[in-house]
């Protein structure tokens, strides 16, 4: 097992999505305790969701001060508001509307229907990550940034043979042409997702199985950008049985 990477298989999604759950639950009690404040980047996806409604129905939910957690986004969808299909509409709806958190703890993507283009909806997402950042950074720092993993090994809405998972100076970029609609999103680069001290990518079914077991094998960040994912010190894939089908034996580690 490598120094840095994880592989913790879970018997089925039900039990994968409590155990990262349970996990969340107890860092956020822990690391707003030893450093004042913690911020955490979330994902969409049905078991992306699927954690958020697991946090909210736990019985430990309000043992942590979300007062105490700043929540942003990794990538969103270019549509309205309120639309359904966006990462935040389906985050306030699992957890977010249910805890006792300051409106200002919550950084949302701006939305097609508010008057601004998507590269300055881009710019102004960056602008505001630089607002909490530290004065020689241009981004917070993230304690846990979750992410999804596609069939295709896209990350956020860094998708294969693209330019947005060569970019290494913006914060923030505007997708025109996602293979995966809508054409159109937002999105954190690589490096300020590889800046995050801990990712904790959370992988569920035989679709994912082969761009998971490539991306471990050491497929290039082009071909699969999910191999281009290192988190700072730690970098766990939470998976299922059938998404871990394809993972090098060596790199499995026993949940706990």
């Known amino acids: ?11 089925d999604k039900s039990a994968l999505i409590d155990s990262v759950a349970a996990r969340f639950i107890t860092k956020m009690a822990d690391i707003p ?7 955490v980047v979330l994902t969409g996806g049905t078991v992306g969701t699927g954690v958020l409604e697991a946090i ?36 306030r709806a699992a957890l977010l509307d249910h805890i006792d958190i300051p409106a200002a703890n919550v950084h ?15 710019d102004r997402y960056a602008a505001e990550l630089k607002t909490k950042a530290a ?12 992410l ?10 860094l998708f294969p043979h693209m330019q947005g998972i060569r970019e290494n100076d913006l914060t923030v970029i505007a997708v025109l042409n996602s293979p995966k609609p809508p054409s ?18 959370v992988v569920s079914g035989t679709d994912k199985a082969s761009a998971l077991g490539l991306a471990l094998a050491g497929a290039s960040r082009d071909e699969v950008p999910v191999a281009g994912i290192r988190g700072r010190h ?5 998976v299922d049985g059938e998404a871990a089908a394809e993972v090098p034996e060596n790199l499995i580690a026993q949940p706990h």
């Open 56 to 91: 909210n129905a736990s019985p430990d939910r309000d043992s942590v001060d979300w007062a105490k957690i700043d929540f942003w986004w990794g990538d969103e969808r270019w549509v309205p508001r309120t639309h359904a299909d966006r990462n935040e509409v389906q985050a």
């Open 234 to 238: 730690y970098t766990d894939f939470f």
């Open 148 to 157: 999804g993993v596609g069939p295709d090994g896209h990350i956020a809405s």
């Open 1 to 11: 097992m490598t120094h840095d990477r994880r592989v913790l298989v879970h018997a």
């Open 108 to 122: 949302s993507f701006p939305a097609s229907d508010e008057g601004l283009d998507l590269d300055a909806a881009a």
């Open 184 to 201: 159109e999103r937002l999105s954190l680069t690589r490096w300020v997702i590889n800046s995050s001290e801990r990712i904790w990518l």
């Open 135 to 146: 004065p020689d950074s241009l981004v917070p720092q993230f304690d846990v940034t979750f």
């Open 33 to 39: 305790h030893e450093q004042g404040h913690a911020h």
